[in-house]
């Protein structure tokens, strides 16, 4: 089967929620066409939705090395790299990334979530306002998020601001 059929019935999977089969028709492309990028990136997709965070980290550690533009994947590096070695280590992954991607709500927002977690509610509360201020709707984010409990039982309001 044809490299982009074959992925077109990966992403028809994906779109059905079909997560184990999306997996098993992706590990039928051949090997010679395993490391393309569109291969990689479906590969991390559904590395995500398994929560095989030490397989992601791995794929969309490259993923990054090959589109370095694309703030998703660094987004997704990161991630996984916090839910398999440390807030610590995903968090040097965003801040590395805030030199490509100053303007990229999603890096302030979860920089905002891992300073909250650090305890250090005042640059929690200046990321999450960044992250609001380039797109609005991080405000009903910062009213749920989880991570940002402790910001909110210090005061913080982020539909106030």
Request: charged share 25%.
């Amino acid at each position: 089967m044809e490299l982009k059929w074959r992925l077109a019935h990966v992403r028809g999977y994906l779109g059905l929620g079909m997560i184990e089969d999306a997996s098993t028709e992706l590990d039928q492309v051949p090997p010679e066409t395993a490391q393309d990028t569109d291969v990689l990136s479906l590969r991390a997709l559904i590395l995500h939705e398994q929560e095989k965070w030490p397989m992601l980290v791995k794929v969309a550690s490259e993923l990054v090395s090959r589109q370095p533009l694309e703030a998703g994947w660094w987004v997704t590096w990161a991630y996984a790299t916090r839910r398999s070695q440390s807030l610590a280590a995903a968090e040097a992954i965003l801040v590395e990334s805030e030199r490509t991607h100053p303007a990229e709500a999603t890096i302030q927002f979860n920089l905002g979530c891992y300073a909250c977690q650090r305890d250090d509610l005042l640059e929690a509360r200046l990321r999450v306002d960044r992250a609001i201020a380039l797109d609005p709707s991080f405000r009903d984010a910062a009213a749920s998020d989880p991570d940002l409990a402790p910001l909110r039982a210090a005061g913080y309001d982020a539909h106030s601001g």
